[in-house]
Nanobody
Framework: VQLQASGGGLVQTGGRLRLSCAAS????????MAWFRQPPGKEREFVAA????????YYADSVRGRFTLSRDTAKNTMYLQMDDLKPQDTAVYYC?????????????????WGQGTQVTVSS
C-alpha cells in the first residue's frame, strides 16, 4: 500500500491544521492507519491510530483532546484535524499503515510509510 501525506504548513500557537493521508488501495480490511511525528532532533513518536474497518481510534496522551482522527472509506483517506496547536507539536508528520489489525503504538509494527509533511507552530 502506498501512502501519500499532505496538509502540513506554518501556523501560530492556537491555530489549526488538517493533515490527510491517502492510501493507494481500496481493500483495507485488517488495516490500521496511524500518524507519527518526529520533532527536530528527537525520535519518531506515535500520535494516533485508527482501525480501518471498525473505526476504533487511539490517541497519544500528548494530543488527546486537541487532535481528531477520522477516515473516509470511500476515498481511502485518513485525516488528522489538529486544533489548539502548540510549539511542541512542531515536527515532520508521517502517516503509516499496519496489516496486523490491532491498534499499536510501536513504529516497528507498521509496514507502510508515507513521505513526511512538515508542521511548524510558531510561538
Amino acid at each position: 500500500v502506498q501512502l501519500q501525506a499532505s496538509g502540513g504548513g506554518l501556523v501560530q500557537t492556537g491555530g489549526r491544521l488538517r493533515l490527510s493521508c491517502a492510501a493507494s488501495e481500496s481493500t483495507l480490511s485488517f488495516y490500521v492507519m496511524a500518524w507519527f511525528r518526529q520533532p527536530p532532533g528527537k525520535e519518531r513518536e506515535f500520535v494516533a491510530a485508527i482501525a480501518w474497518s471498525s473505526g476504533s481510534i487511539y490517541y497519544a496522551d500528548s494530543v488527546r483532546g486537541r487532535f481528531t482522527l477520522s477516515r473516509d472509506t470511500a476515498k481511502n483517506t485518513m485525516y488528522l484535524q489538529m486544533d489548539d496547536l502548540k510549539p511542541q507539536d512542531t515536527a515532520v508528520y508521517y502517516c503509516a499503515g499496519g496489516r496486523r489489525g490491532v491498534l499499536v503504538t510501536g513504529r516497528e509494527m507498521y509496514d507502510d510509510w508515507g513521505q513526511g509533511t512538515q508542521v511548524t507552530v510558531s510561538s
